[in-house]
């Protein structure tokens, strides 16, 4: 279900370093980014009550059923694949996103 986190966590992450108007306008970007994703997901149905519910991106079944690579097919791959992939690295590719705004937070925090 991390497809619910791809418009919550950049939104998230780009306001922890906000110091200065440069900082300020790069998060109120991302938040207008994250808005139009979260909005647009809603209308898929991908948030629900309770939050593990809801549709997820057709193309996750895909792969768990091996449309990618066979070898996920294997549930115990596949949990492999679940933890070290879905869960941890997407997560990693969020943060990534939105560390412009982490080097302008440096740049204006580190003296001249």
Known sequence: QVDKLWSIMPV?????????????????LVSVWGIRLTYNFYRRGG?????????????W??????GFLSIL????????FNFGF?????????????????VAYT???TPA
Not at 12 to 28: G, Q
Not at 61 to 66: A, D, K, P, Y
Not at 86 to 102: E, G, K, R
């Open 12 to 28: 998230a992450y780009a306001w922890m370093p906000v110091c200065d108007s440069r900082t300020l306008v790069m998060a109120c």
């Open 47 to 59: 948030y629900q009550w309770p939050p593990w519910q809801g549709d997820e991106d057709y193309r």
């Open 61 to 66: 079944s895909v792969i768990q059923r091996g």
């Open 73 to 80: 097919k294997n549930p115990r791959v596949w949990t492999i």
């Open 86 to 102: 879905i869960s941890f690295y997407q997560n990693v590719i969020l943060l990534w996103i939105t560390a412009p705004t982490f």
């Open 107 to 109: 740049v204006a925090t």
